[in-house]
T-cell receptor, first 114, second 119 residues
């Protein structure tokens, strides 16, 4: 059974640009969540999608957005990139519609903003 | 608001020693879930255990064991006879159980404990 796949693994962008990250959950999982990991703030919840609907959103500015497709694949978008957006972005998939079920994480996308 | 504290930033032990990673949590909910994840250098978070707030029974899985004590709001993780392959960053996390479909905070993670097992 394939795990959670995140693409790309590494990305370098310039300030002001926008970026789109992709996450393919485990087959059959309908919930996808996104997290940002930085050395200073640690792991922080971005948002969660279930059946193409955003169910929860963390405390991040509107520049961070996401969506989920009918096949449960999810994308997150960051517009007008700032240096502080440099981070490891992790995606998690789970069977249930909340984080109380076991969540499986991908290897992440490491974004560097220069 | 929920909060998870892992006071130990880094622990270094020699192989075969036992080591305990501490986790203290705060929540106002009576129903909640606690997790431990391992993050090796490759970056992905590897699920280790989930425990709900109504189940205080300790759990053992091979060399791993977990001690959940609601009285002290702690969910500690012990590795017995540590091995070099156990070297990683370990995260404790909390999810509140009063899920109503909106406004929840996902998983709240502690800052992590970097465990170094020296040969």
């Amino acid at each position: 059974k394939a795990g959670v796949t995140q693409t790309p693994r590494y990305l370098i962008k310039t300030r002001g640009q926008q970026v789109t990250l992709s996450c393919s959950p485990i087959s059959g999982h309908r919930s996808v969540s996104w997290y940002q990991q930085t050395p200073g703030q640690g792991l922080q919840f971005l948002f969660e999608y279930f059946s193409e609907t955003q169910r929860n959103k963390g405390n991040f500015p509107g520049r961070f957005s996401g969506r989920q497709f009918s096949n449960s694949r999810s994308e997150m978008n960051v517009s007008t990139l700032e240096l502080g957006d440099s981070a490891l972005y992790l995606c998690a998939s789970s069977l249930g519609q909340n984080m109380n079920t076991e969540a499986f994480f991908g290897q992440g996308t490491r974004l560097t903003v220069v | 608001a929920q909060k998870v504290t892992q006071a130990q930033t880094e622990i270094s032990v020699v192989e075969k020693e036992d080591v305990t990673l501490d986790c203290v949590y705060e929540t106002r909910d009576t129903t909640y879930y606690l997790f431990w994840y391992k993050q090796p250098p490759s970056g992905e978070l590897v699920f280790l255990i989930r425990r709900n707030s109504f189940d205080e029974q300790n759990e053992i899985s091979g060399r791993y064991s977990w001690n959940f004590q609601k009285s002290t709001s702690s969910f500690n993780f012990t590795i017995t006879a540590s091995q070099v392959v156990d070297s990683a960053v370990y995260f404790c996390a909390l999810s509140e159980g009063s899920y109503s479909g909106g406004g929840a905070d996902g998983l709240t993670f502690g800052k992590g404990t970097h465990l170094i097992i020296q040969p």
